[in-house]
């Protein structure tokens, strides 16, 4: 990997351009005001790649954001257990499960960002611009 392209795990993380992984995909860079929270630019800043392929594009998006949520529950879920530990003697279970839930839910406009992003990077590669050959409506 040359030493001029950005790593692809922290251009996701930053939530740049997949074409460049320099422009940023949204207007603010912090989910606050969450009325702005996935407010786009139409083009990329810096290259110019467009951001919505086609109208409606990001509809496709909430199935992501569902499986991104489902990861991040196991997670935090497993994580919690490791730390606290589980007995079947009380009710750490249902602390664990709130854990995971409130933390999911915390998350909620990071991951509906994050969807949009990993949803472009899908359709988009590093330097060769979109492919819509795999897209159907
Ligand atoms: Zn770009």
């Known amino acids: 990997m040359p030493a001029t392209k950005p790593a692809l795990f922290s251009s996701v993380f930053k939530m740049k351009c997949p074409n460049c992984r320099k422009g940023n995909m949204f207007c603010t860079p912090h989910i606050f005001p969450l009325g702005r929270l996935l407010e786009m630019p139409d083009r990329c800043p810096n290259c110019n790649q467009k951001y919505e392929l086609e109208v409606g594009f990001y509809y496709g998006t909430g199935y992501v954001s569902y499986g991104l949520s489902l990861g991040v529950l ?3 879920f497993i994580l919690y257990t490791l730390i606290f530990g589980l007995s079947y003697k009380d009710n ?3 602390y664990a499960l709130g854990a995971a839930v409130s933390i999911t839910l915390l998350l909620q406009p990071w991951l509906m960002r994050m969807s949009r992003v990993l949803y472009l990077y899908m ?3 590093y330097g060769k611009g979109s492919r ?3 897209h159907h409506h």
């Open 74 to 76: 196991a997670i935090v």
């Open 92 to 94: 750490s279970v249902f």
């Open 123 to 125: 359709f988009v590669q």
């Open 132 to 134: 819509m050959k795999t």
